[in-house]
C-alpha cells in the first residue's frame, strides 16, 4: 500500500472518529440552545472563517454571486439535516442517531437510481442493504413488534428524516454542475445556509442562551465548529483525492462504533444490548466494502 493511500485511510479513520463524537457532543448542547440558533452560529462562525481563509490567500469569491441559487439549494439541504439533528438527540441517543445516520449511503443510493437513473451493481447493493438492516433494527429498538405496531422514537424518525435531507444534498451537488473546488462550495453552503438560518430562527434569537454557556458547551460548541466541521471537511477532501468513493463511503460504517465507545467510557453511559447488536452488521458492510473495492 502506497504511503498516500495509507494516510488517506488514517484521514478517513480520524473523519469518522470526529463525526462519531460530533453526535456526543451535540447532545450536551441539545437542550441548552434551541437547535436552529445553534445550527445558526456554527454555520455563520464556519463560513467566516472559510471565506476569511480564502480571501486571506487571494481567492477570488466570485462563486457566491455565480452559483447562489444553486448553493442556496445545498444549504437548505445541510440546514434541515442539522436541525432535525439536533432536535432528534433529544429524544434519543447519540449512538442510535449516529447508528441510523449510517442508512445515508443507502438512501443515497434509492435517490440516485430514483433521480439520476445511476444505478448500482447488485453486489454493492446487497452489501448496503445489510448496514442498512443494522439501522433499521435500531429505529425497530431490536424488536419486530415496534414495527408492525409502528411504535417509533421520534427522535430515531427525526434523524431518518434528516439523513434523507443529507442524502439529497450529495445527489444534487453533481446535478447542480457548481465549478468550484470543495473548499469553495463548503465555504458557499455555510455562507448561504447561515442566511437561511437567520430567519428561520429570529423568534429564537436569544443572546442570554449562549452567554449563559459553561465552559462545557463552548468546549463543545468549538468542537463542532473546528473539529467536527472544518478539520473533519479537510480529512474528507483529503482522502476523496487518493482512495476510491466507494473506501470514502465505507468509513461512514464507523461512526456508531466511536459514539458508542465515547459514549461507554468517556460518558460512561450504559449502552442498550440491541444498539450493539445492530452495530454488528454495519460494521460487516464496512469490512465488506472495504474488501471489494481492494480485490478489484
Known amino acids: 500500500m502506497k504511503p498516500i493511500t495509507l494516510l488517506s485511510h488514517l484521514a478517513m ?7 462519531g463524537g460530533s453526535f456526543v457532543v451535540s447532545a450536551i448542547l441539545a437542550y441548552q440552545i434551541s437547535p436552529d440558533f445553534l445550527t445558526l452560529l456554527r454555520f455563520a462562525l464556519s463560513a467566516l472563517i472559510l471565506i476569511g481563509y480564502l480571501i486571506f490567500f487571494n481567492r477570488k469569491i466570485w462563486f457566491l454571486i455565480r452559483y447562489w441559487k444553486s448553493l442556496t439549494i445545498l444549504a437548505a439541504c445541510y440546514v434541515f439535516f442539522f436541525i432535525f439533528l439536533f432536535y432528534s438527540l433529544r429524544f434519543t441517543s447519540p449512538t442510535s442517531a449516529a447508528t441510523i445516520f449510517t442508512l445515508l ?9 430514483l433521480f439520476i437513473k445511476k444505478y448500482p451493481t447488485y453486489g454493492n ?3 448496503l442493504a445489510i448496514g442498512a438492516s443494522g439501522a433499521v433494527f435500531v429505529i425497530m429498538k431490536g424488536s419486530f413488534d415496534n414495527f408492525l405496531s409502528f411504535n417509533f422514537n421520534s427522535g430515531d424518525l427525526l434523524i431518518l428524516l434528516g439523513t434523507i435531507f443529507h442524502s439529497l444534498y450529495i445527489v444534487l451537488l453533481p446535478k447542480l454542475n457548481i465549478k468550484a473546488d470543495a473548499l469553495e462550495i463548503t465555504a458557499g453552503v455555510t455562507f448561504y445556509g447561515a ?7 429570529l423568534r429564537n434569537l436569544k443572546l442570554d442562551e449562549v452567554m449563559g454557556f459553561s465552559t462545557e458547551h463552548w468546549l463543545s460548541f468549538f468542537y463542532l465548529v473546528i473539529f467536527a466541521s472544518i478539520v473533519s471537511f479537510s480529512l474528507l477532501a483529503f482522502a476523496s483525492k487518493n482512495i476510491s468513493s ?3 463511503s465505507s468509513y461512514t460504517y464507523l461512526i456508531p462504533v466511536w459514539a458508542a465507545l465515547i ?3 468517556i460518558m460512561m453511559e450504559k449502552i442498550p444490548t440491541y444498539l450493539w447488536l445492530g452495530i454488528i452488521p454495519i460494521l460487516v458492510c ?3 466494502l472495504l474488501q471489494r473495492t481492494g480485490s478489484n
Open 105 to 113: 449511503p443507502f438512501i443515497s443510493l434509492c435517490l440516485s437510481s
Open 125 to 127: 447493493f446487497l452489501i
Open 195 to 201: 442566511i437561511i438560518l437567520f430567519f428561520i430562527s
Open 263 to 265: 459514549e461507554t467510557f
Open 246 to 248: 466507494t473506501n470514502v
Open 286 to 288: 464496512n469490512i465488506l
Open 13 to 19: 479513520l480520524g473523519f469518522s472518529a470526529l463525526v
